[in-house]
């Protein structure tokens, strides 16, 4: 029988409108909307197309979102002092800075910048640290990586709250956007989790132990049918642009699709998997620290 295929697009919007709503509640409460910047560095056409869509999707939440577009040929202080000025300002409760930065810029020294109540990508340290020290259950203030946040989400729709005790989950991938923080997740979900990289040796035949899969390696198609256990539920974080021949071109994930249907249980499309619920879950976040900042002051002023 073919797998099931896991709706991200559906949930997607699911997660969104409850957002919406608590979004609401929250403007209606503080007279301020939650406020999400999107930052984005140079013209790189897929990173413009995905900060479109989140400031698209946070003003359909009814959360204030602004795009700040810099030159290419920003230096990483001038981007710094933009960043140090969000952090002042009370009514931006999130910041995000588009990825991958261009080659010349400290991403790392600009992560560190961002007020971490405010890093709704959850990649500063201190939100990365609380992650891999949280226990079973997260903090509710804490603001998780958005992508193996909504791999989770995703795993528990498909398998239920308990479903993933006990599974072995193979994270495929060990950066730090995606690999680390999901497998930090997934051991909060009490799975025994192995994370492989490139250089795993054999790792068709780990794959093939794994009852949860788990592919985050940008390399289009890579995970083969017979890569995967019978039954198995499948993640594929992938997205990747290949051409058709025609001169055209279309999206495909890192695992080779119409092989893989005919043995797992379940599996993520792409388009139409991870990628929406990524973009739900950075609303969420910002929502997140929104609440958060009115608690620590009492107003939507973090301070
Ligand atoms: N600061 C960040 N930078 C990047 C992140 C991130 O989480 N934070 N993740 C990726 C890119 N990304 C979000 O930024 C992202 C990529 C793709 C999608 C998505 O919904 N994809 C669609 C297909 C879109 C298309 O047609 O091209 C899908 O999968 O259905 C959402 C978010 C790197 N940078
Ligand atoms: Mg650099």
């Known amino acids: 029988m073919a797998a099931r295929i896991i709706d991200g697009k559906a949930e997607a919007a699911r997660l969104r409108a409850a957002v919406r709503d608590e979004a609401a509640a929250f403007t209606t409460r503080h007279g301020l909307a939650p406020g999400l910047r999107v930052i984005i560095v140079g013209d790189d056409p897929a990173s413009r197309a995905y900060v479109r869509t989140k400031t698209r999707m946070a003003a359909e939440a009814g959360i204030a979102g602004e795009l700040i577009e810099l030159p290419?040929?920003?230096?990483?202080?001038?981007?710094?002092?933009?960043?140090?000025?969000?952090?002042?300002d009370p009514?931006?409760?999130?910041i995000l800075v588009q990825l991958p930065l261009p080659a010349h810029m400290d991403a790392e020294a600009v992560l560190r910048a961002i007020d971490p109540g405010k890093?709704?990508?959850?990649?500063?340290?201190?939100?990365?640290?609380?992650?891999?020290?949280?226990?079973?259950?997260?903090?509710?203030?804490?603001?998780?990586?958005?992508?193996?946040?909504g791999c989770l989400h995703l795993l528990r729709t498909t398998l239920g709250s308990d479903g993933l005790a006990g599974c072995h989950a193979v994270v495929i991938g060990r950066s730090n956007i995606v690999g680390k923080p999901m497998a930090a997740l997934l051991l909060g979900a009490d799975c025994t989790v192995t994370v492989a990289h490139s250089r795993t040796r054999d790792l068709p035949e780990l794959c093939r132990r794994a009852d949860i899969l788990v592919a985050a390696i940008g390399r289009a198609?890579?995970?083969?049918?017979?890569?995967?256990?019978?039954?198995a539920?499948?993640?594929?974080?992938?997205?990747?642009?290949?051409?058709?021949?025609?001169?055209?071109?279309?999206?495909v994930g890192d695992v080779a699709f119409a092989e893989a249907i005919r043995v797992a249980d379940a599996i993520t499309p792409v388009p139409g998997g991870v990628g929406p619920v990524t973009v739900a879950c950075l609303l969420r976040n910002t929502l997140i620290a929104a609440q958060a900042s009115t608690r620590r002051t009492g107003s939507p002023a973090p301070r």
């Open 72 to 88: 290419e040929t920003s230096t990483t202080v001038e981007l710094l002092s933009r960043i140090e000025r969000l952090n002042d």
């Open 233 to 251: 539920v499948v993640i594929d974080v992938g997205i990747n642009r290949v051409a058709t021949g025609d001169g055209g071109s279309r999206l």
């Open 119 to 149: 890093d709704v990508d959850g990649f500063h340290p201190l939100n990365v640290g609380r992650l891999f020290s949280a226990g079973r259950s997260l903090p509710e203030d804490l603001l998780v990586p958005c992508t193996p946040w």
């Open 91 to 94: 009514a931006t409760h999130g």
């Open 221 to 231: 198609e890579m995970v083969r049918g017979d890569w995967i256990k019978p039954g």
